[in-house]
Nanobody, 121 residues
Framework: QVQVVESGGTLVQAGESLRLSCTASGTMFGIHAMSWYRQAPGRQRELVAGINSVGSTNYRVAKGRFTISRDDAKNTAYLQMNNVDPEDTAVYYC????????????????WGKGTQVTVSS
């Protein structure tokens, strides 16, 4: 089994910065990709950003303000959130795509329980 734990969510003021962390632990051949999602009240869960095993990134929201990074040695992904806006208020979830084989020909997805980010105006 693989456990995914997010941390770093807090209450911040608009314009400030914070960094979220996501760490995967357990039996893993490797990690194909790690992604950050968020869900605001009354909204659907949406993809924020993702990063794969070779460091390629993609961003769906908050382009230019958020940066995703990864530390393979720690099985950890980060989401650096700069110049936050009240619209960024949401529960942020981490998804880890874990390789089923050493070659990572296929993978399984695991989710964390989320961390709350609240941005005041």
């Amino acid at each position: 089994q693989v456990q995914v734990v997010e941390s770093g969510g807090t209450l911040v003021q608009a314009g400030e910065s914070l960094r979220l962390s996501c760490t995967a632990s357990g039996t893993m051949f490797g990690i194909h990709a790690m992604s950050w999602y968020r869900q605001a009240p009354g909204r659907q869960r949406e993809l924020v950003a993702g990063i794969n095993s070779v460091g390629s990134t993609n961003y769906r929201v908050a382009k230019g303000r958020f940066t995703i990074s990864r530390d393979d040695a720690k099985n950890t992904a980060y989401l650096q959130m700069n110049n936050v806006d009240p619209e960024d208020t949401a529960v942020y979830y981490c998804r880890v795509d874990v390789c089923d084989r050493a070659s990572c020909g296929s993978f399984e997805s695991y989710w964390g329980k989320g961390t709350q980010v609240t941005v005041s105006s």
